[in-house]
């Protein structure tokens, strides 16, 4: 089934992709991408995810994740930054910003 903010009832979200913010209960979020923000439950606000699966355990606020799996790792900390695919940053950490070099493993 094809869903997108499947239990959704907060304002101000933009889902497009399989699932996307599909359990989000908080306002202003935008995820674009298979399971971006897919097992997001609760509150979480002002998230932007863009990228397969990225900030797909976020219940924090005023996250930024681009790139495949990016923030993946995230769940309650908020105001982080995440640039790059497989930059999964660290659970619950707050106010990091992490861009991936392409020639440096991960």
């Known amino acids: 089934m094809p869903v997108s903010l499947f239990v959704s009832d907060a304002g101000f979200n933009t889902a497009v992709g399989y699932q996307a913010l599909v359990y989000s209960e908080g306002p202003s979020n935008s995820a674009f991408g298979y399971l971006a923000m897919g097992n997001t439950m609760g509150a979480a606000a002002g998230n932007t995810a863009i990228g397969r699966e990225a900030l797909l ?50």
């Open 57 to 106: 355990n976020t219940t924090g606020n005023d996250n930024v994740a681009v790139g495949t799996g990016a923030g993946m790792s995230q769940d309650t900390g908020s105001g982080n930054v995440y640039i790059g695919s497989g930059i999964g940053g660290v659970a619950g950490e707050s106010n990091h910003t992490y861009v991936r070099n392409i020639d440096l493993p991960l």
